[in-house]
């Protein structure tokens, strides 16, 4: 119901746009959840990476992204993007889209506020 797309190699200080598009998400509209990204690095816990509300007009990032990553929606599309720039090799992982229909469209940092989960994408970033 969730499929991300867009992962690559790219050498540190490039970009990546990843996209994730969603149909069905418990019979509703994805314009009806708020959107996350998360990401997994080898032998590491999956973590937070962005979020994005219902309506498109409130975002929250991870410290470690800040400022370099931009989430974005198309609720029109069903579409979520997350534009990555200024790429570090710590940024290295799969990352996955999530959405959450708990929040009731509000934006989400917890893991444990994630409903559905789609297949990760490989981002690999050289140095």
């Known amino acids: 119901q969730l499929q991300a797309f867009g992962g690559g190699l790219v050498q540190a200080g490039g970009s990546l746009r990843l996209s994730c598009t969603a149909s069905?998400?418990?019979?509703?509209?994805?314009?009806?959840?708020?959107m996350g990204w998360f990401r997994q690095a080898p032998g590491k816990e999956r973590e937070f990476v962005a979020t994005?509300?219902?309506?498109?007009?409130?975002?929250r990032y991870s410290d470690s992204v800040k400022g370099r990553f931009t989430i974005s929606r198309d609720n029109a599309k069903n579409t979520v993007n997350l534009q990555m720039e200024t790429l570090k090799p710590e940024d290295t992982a799969d990352y996955y889209c999530?959405?959450?229909?708990?929040?009731?469209?509000?934006?989400?940092?917890?893991?444990?506020?994630?409903?559905?989960w789609g297949q990760g994408t490989q981002v690999t970033v050289s140095s």
């Open positions: 999530a959405s959450a229909v708990r929040t009731y469209g509000q934006a989400f940092t917890d893991i444990a506020c994630v409903d559905y």
């Open positions: 069905g998400v418990s019979g509703r509209p994805l314009r009806a959840y708020a």
């Open positions: 994005i509300n219902w309506s498109g007009d409130t975002m």
